[in-house]
């Protein structure tokens, strides 16, 4: 016979295991979804994205109308284009971070929440490039295909017009500094020639006296001698007398 009270315990025991398995994952799960709901964002507000929705649900109606007025194909495509333009730069943000992220968080130096509000924002941006796939493509055929393509020139281009700008403006603060060297330099030579010539009066008044007292001994000199040889010549005649 039998005994299905001993073939009953481990299959309840089984079952209860079991059970409090799946309770706890559940349990595990809606804690962790509520804790990484309460994480701060890691990207700010997608401000196109919004715009973008808010021109594609826009229905406005004239007084007296009843037709909704549309927005044009042109201002939506212009719109998803900058849309999927700031896709791109939290694509390449993403990118470059997440080895980085993923090295710190092997060697204990950023937490376990970063990394879940990392991992977040990165499905976030997969979610979001498809969507803009699809929205391109219900715009026009194929498009969706060609948009990021278009989308990465646009911040390529918007990165170096950023650069330009800034070197602009540096090469402006250089200027100026440049300026304001060149003067302070100007100046200090100009007070070191003033300070040379004021040095080199002295020494010029100096030599002039030098020069009148060396002229005064030497006039003085050319003064006996011809005294001298006047009175030479007196005795020489003197002399010429006696032999005759």
């Known amino acids: 016979m039998v005994d299905w009270v001993s073939l009953a315990v481990p299959f309840a025991y089984l079952g209860i295991l079991v ?12 804690r962790k979804a509520a804790r990484s709901s309460t994480l701060e964002p890691w990207f700010p507000r997608h401000l196109t994205r919004d715009i973008y929705l808010s021109l594609l649900h826009l229905e406005q109606t ?13 201002i939506l495509k212009a719109a998803l284009l900058r849309r999927a333009t700031e896709d791109i730069h939290r694509i390449i943000a993403v990118r470059g ?9 092997a060697r ?4 376990d929440d970063l990394w879940q509000r990392f ?3 990165e499905k ?5 490039l498809r969507d803009v796939v699809q929205e391109a493509n219900a715009l026009a055929p194929n498009w969706g295909n060609h948009i990021f393509q278009s989308a990465n020139e646009m911040a390529g281009n918007a990165i170096i017009r950023q650069r330009v700008e800034e070197l602009q403006a540096q090469g402006k603060e250089d200027r100026e500094w440049w300026d304001k060297k060149r003067a302070s330099i100007q100046t200090d030579f100009m007070k070191e020639l003033d300070e040379g010539a004021a040095a080199s009066r002295p020494n010029i008044s100096r030599g002039e006296k030098v020069g009148s007292d060396e002229d005064a001994v030497m006039v003085e000199g050319g003064g006996t001698m011809p005294s001298g040889s006047a009175a030479g010549s007196k005795g020489d005649t003197k002399k010429r007398k006696g032999k005759k």
Request: hydrophobic share 30%; charged share 30%; proline share 7%.
């Open 19 to 30: 059970g409090s398995l799946a309770t706890f994952s559940s349990l595990y799960r809606k």
């Open 62 to 74: 004239e007084p007296g109308k009843e037709k909704p007025i549309t927005v044009p194909d042109s």
């Open 97 to 105: 971070s997440k080895q980085a992220l993923s090295t710190l968080l």
């Open 108 to 111: 204990g130096s950023v937490g």
């Open 119 to 121: 991992l977040r924002a």
């Open 124 to 128: 976030e941006v997969e979610e979001e």
